[in-house]
Every structure is written in structure tokens, then in C-alpha cells.
């Protein structure tokens, strides 16, 4: 599938952009429909398409009313008023939309509030709240990783993953038809064997007739190709991730205080610079382009990046500052699907919050208008307790360092609780508790898809279609699970 959106690009009609803010989404897609049958250029044809895509994913991630969110809320807030709601909402923690005039509240938004609201911390009783107890799990085992890293300049971690995707009994609309012979077409992600990823293998498959893209594929997958009937597909695969440390911001932080660009043998052991692999000036030029309808080089963010860098010319301080700038002023949010954000940078910077991969897109898109290559990472976060989530963050690269990873939503968080060594920790490293299939931003596959997929951006859990239709979030189910995992000295 072609993956150029600039479509996205386009504005909607006035008459249906005001439907769908408001909510009247029933009236909105009368509306597009009777657009629809005009003389009307192509590609505000897909634009009106994708609003048609983006309300049903409106529908699908705000569900709760007000009074759901106080159930849901009232045992871990003690003391919990229903107006404290409009508070909360007032302060951005509680995202909403107007559905066919009520407001509903974001699948996520009582676990937002209840992880990123500093406000109620004294206030809160999470004892029976399950994700709390597992994020203090999994803060342990990252604190562990850093210290050791810290103490002896690396560390490795063997993982093997069960991943696969199942389609629901409805999933395919068009199969009932007899006559019509239904191709199905899975695309798991897979670990890209480059830079901190090593001894990349397949375990086993449900079905050995698979193909797995090249290791150099900016977002490299598992392909298979299922007939009639063969409507789930499973890989088990194990890799290896070795992170080695290197003081990426004290670096930077010397550089800033002394105005020089000498490091001292004492403080850098110049055998470990370069870890990653090193770019020629003409490859560099590709990390440094807007890349259409989301990393732009608008008025906004031209103007944002300037401010924060001011007159600096060093590339490394450059990247420092625009880290510090996002660690310590952009909040942490669950968000709404990325199909529904015309400019997901930009939204970052105008609401002041994002999730990991809103965050990691403003700080590449700031690092290229200043000058610095940069590009997207994405897979999974897996915690050594088995939980297995999607992640993104970013790498950039600075001569003779080369490629230097940061994550700058795991920095803000180690920030807003006062950990700065661990804030400083993630921009130049990251953790060996990833899994790495993307590095690039919508990009397309080596093995195409013929319909938009379901995350055109990147592809942590995996996507699938057939022969004859797109198939979506809800026409299948996507599962990840560690089976096992170990250090290795």
C-alpha cells in the first residue's frame, strides 16, 4: 500500500468539519455521503474517507460517561467529589469528545489520571489497583538495568516472544460469499537486526510457509499468506539486546558549561564513541527532511525549535536542550489513535502533552528544523514481569558519536519524580528491555498491503487483511506475550 497521506492535508468541508466536532456524527456521515456524489477532486474523496475511518475510532475510544469515570475512580481517590471531574478535565488530564451530544470520556482516562496527576498523589489508595503495582515492578527492573549498565558499561538480555494475530468469527464480511475465493495476509513485526539487536532467530510458526523481510527493512515483519479458513497466525522468536552505556548528557552537559568542543580522555574513552555505525553526509540529508503530513517544518514548531536551541551551533547541545525542553514541559498522555491527528507533532506542542510516540515525533521534527539527523524507533517495552507493551522513541545522530538512542517519555517521567540521573540516563541510552522492529516512520513494508492499514505509521502488534478488504482493530485480535527471559553476562 502506498504510503503517501497527504491527503490528510486537505480540510474537510466546513458544513462536516463542524458535524464531526460537535459530535453529530450520524448527520456527519449523511453529510460526506451526499458530498461524496459531487464533482470533487480525488484525493478530498480519501480525505472524506478518512473521516469516515476517524469517527468510528471516535466511537470506539471515548465510552465512559461521567458517572462511569467516578465508579471507576472513587476507590483509589479518597475523598473523591464528582465536580473534582471539571477539575481534572480543566487541567487536561481527562480527554473527552461530544458523541451525539454527550460527553464521553477516553477508554484510558482513569488510568491517565491516576498515573500522571501530581495533584492527588497523597490522596491515592492503589493497594487493589493493579497497573500501579505492576509499573512499581517494572520501575524496579528498569532502576536495575541502569545501574548496572552504569557500573559496568553494558548489559544483555535474551528474550524470546510469542506474538500472533486471530481473527474474530465477524472479522471478514466477505467470506460467507462461496464463490469468492478469500486470501488472508498477516504481518507480524519482528526484531531488525541492527545496532543494540543481536542473534535474531525464528523459533517456530503456526504455518512454515512465511516469509520475513530483510534485515534491513525500516520496519521489518513476518508475512504470511493464509487461504480460506486459516484465520490465525503465531511466531515464536528470540533475540538478543545488547546496550552498552556511554554519558551522552554529561557529555553534552560539559560541552554547554565549558564552550568547547574538547573532551578529555578522562571523562570519555574515545574506543567507545562510535556504537552504531557511522552516517556519510549524503545519508544524513534523508533524517533531516520533512516527511509529509506530519513531520513539518511549520511556523509553530520553526518558531518553538529556535527558541529553545537560541544561538547555539553544537549539535550535541542542540539535541540536550530540545530533551530538556520536552522531559520538562510536555505531560504524558494516553491518546486518541494517530489517524485522528492531522499533525501529531504539532499537537504535542500546542496542548503541551503526548503519549510515547507524540513525544518522540516532536523532538525529531524540533531536531531536523535545527539541523540534527533524527529519526523514529518503535516495538515493545517488555517488563522482565511479562508485560509486553508498545513503545516508540527516537535516535539521532551526531558525528563521532553516530546513532545515540533517547526516550524522552520515559526522561519526562523519571523527571517529574525528581530521578534527573535517570532523566539524563535516556537521552544517548536506553534500556535492554526492548524489542525493536521499526526504525522509520511511515514506512512501508517489503511485502505490500493492498489497503490502508490500520496503523499507517509504524507496526508493533501487527496488521492483516484479505484479497478483497481492509481489515481493522476490531476484525481481529493482536496478542504478545514473553515466554522467557535471562540476562547474559
Excluded at 102 to 121: C, D, F, G, V
Excluded at 252 to 266: F, G, I, P
Aim: net charge negative.
Amino acid at each position: 500500500m502506498d504510503m503517501n497521506l497527504e491527503y490528510l492535508r486537505v480540510k474537510c468541508p466546513e458544513h462536516i468539519e463542524n458535524l464531526v466536532k460537535m459530535g453529530a456524527f450520524n448527520q456527519a456521515r449523511m453529510a460526506i455521503q451526499k458530498h461524496m456524489t459531487l464533482k470533487i477532486p480525488s484525493i478530498l474523496k480519501q480525505r472524506l474517507a478518512h473521516e469516515l475511518m476517524t469517527m468510528a475510532l471516535i466511537e470506539q475510544t471515548f465510552v465512559h460517561t461521567k458517572s462511569d469515570l467516578f465508579e471507576a475512580l472513587s476507590p483509589y481517590i479518597v475523598g473523591l467529589d464528582l465536580a473534582e471531574l471539571d477539575i481534572f478535565e480543566a487541567e487536561g488530564y481527562l480527554l473527552w469528545h461530544m458523541i451525539e451530544g454527550e460527553k464521553k470520556y477516553h477508554i484510558r482516562a482513569a488510568k491517565t489520571l491516576l498515573n500522571q496527576n501530581p495533584n492527588i498523589e497523597e490522596r491515592l489508595n492503589l493497594q487493589g489497583y493493579k497497573p500501579a503495582q505492576e509499573r512499581l515492578r517494572e520501575q524496579e527492573a528498569l532502576g536495575h538495568a541502569i545501574g548496572k549498565m552504569k557500573s559496568t558499561g553494558e548489559m544483555a538480555v535474551e528474550m524470546t516472544i510469542r506474538a500472533g494475530l486471530a481473527l474474530n468469527s465477524n472479522g471478514i464480511k466477505k467470506q460467507a460469499i462461496p464463490e469468492i475465493e478469500v486470501a488472508t495476509r498477516f504481518y507480524l513485526p519482528f526484531p531488525r537486526k541492527a545496532h543494540f539487536t543481536r542473534s535474531v532467530k525464528m523459533l517456530n510458526a503456526s504455518n512454515s510457509n512465511y516469509q520475513i523481510a530483510s534485515e534491513e527493512a525500516l520496519q521489518r515483519v513476518v508475512y504470511f499468506e493464509g487461504r480460506k479458513g486459516e484465520d490465525v497466525f503465531e511466531i515464536q522468536y528470540k533475540f538478543l539486546t545488547h546496550m552498552a552505556y556511554r554519558p551522552i548528557y554529561e557529555i553534552a552537559e560539559r560541552l554547554e558549561q565549558e564552550n568547547t568542543d574538547e573532551m578529555t580522555d578522562a571523562f570519555w574513552d574515545a574506543t567507545q564513541v562510535n556504537l552504531y555505525g557511522t552516517l556519510e553526509k549524503e545519508a544524513q540529508e534523508v533524517f533531516l527532511k520533512e516527511k509529509s503530513p506530519h513531520i513539518l517544518f511549520t511556523p509553530l514548531l520553526v518558531d518553538l525549535a529556535h527558541e529553545i536551541v537560541g544561538q547555539e551551533k553544537h549539535p550535541l547541545i542542540k539535541a540536550k536542550r530540545i530533551y530538556d525542553y520536552i522531559t520538562q514541559h510536555i505531560r504524558y498522555r494516553f491518546m486518541v489513535p494517530y489517524r485522528m491527528l492531522l499533525n501529531i507533532p504539532e499537537y504535542g506542542a500546542l496542548n503541551m502533552i503526548g503519549d510515547c510516540g507524540v513525544q518522540s515525533l516532536l523532538f525529531i521534527t524540533l531536531l531536523r528544523i535545527v539541523g540534527v539527523p533524527a529519526t523514529f524507533a518503535s516495538g515493545l517495552a517488555i517488563s522482565p514481569e511479562g508485560d509486553c507493551g508498545m513503545h516508540d522513541w527516537s535516535a539521532f545522530y551526531i558525528e563521532p558519536y553516530g546513532w545515540c538512542f533517547a526516550d524522552v517519555s520515559y526522561g519526562g517521567h523519571a523527571y517529574r519524580k525528581g530521578l534527573m540521573a535517570k532523566c539524563h540516563f535516556y537521552f544517548g541510552n536506553l534500556d535492554p528491555y526492548r524489542m525493536m522492529s521499526n526504525f522509520d516512520f511511515q514506512e512501508a513494508f517489503e511485502f505490500p498491503k493492498i489497503y490502508v492499514r490500520d496503523d499507517p505509521y509504524d507496526n508493533q502488534v501487527g496488521e492483516a487483511e484479505t484479497n478483497l478488504e481492509g481489515l481493522y482493530a476490531d476484525d481481529y485480535r493482536a496478542y504478545t506475550q514473553l515466554v522467557a527471559i535471562r540476562e547474559v553476562e
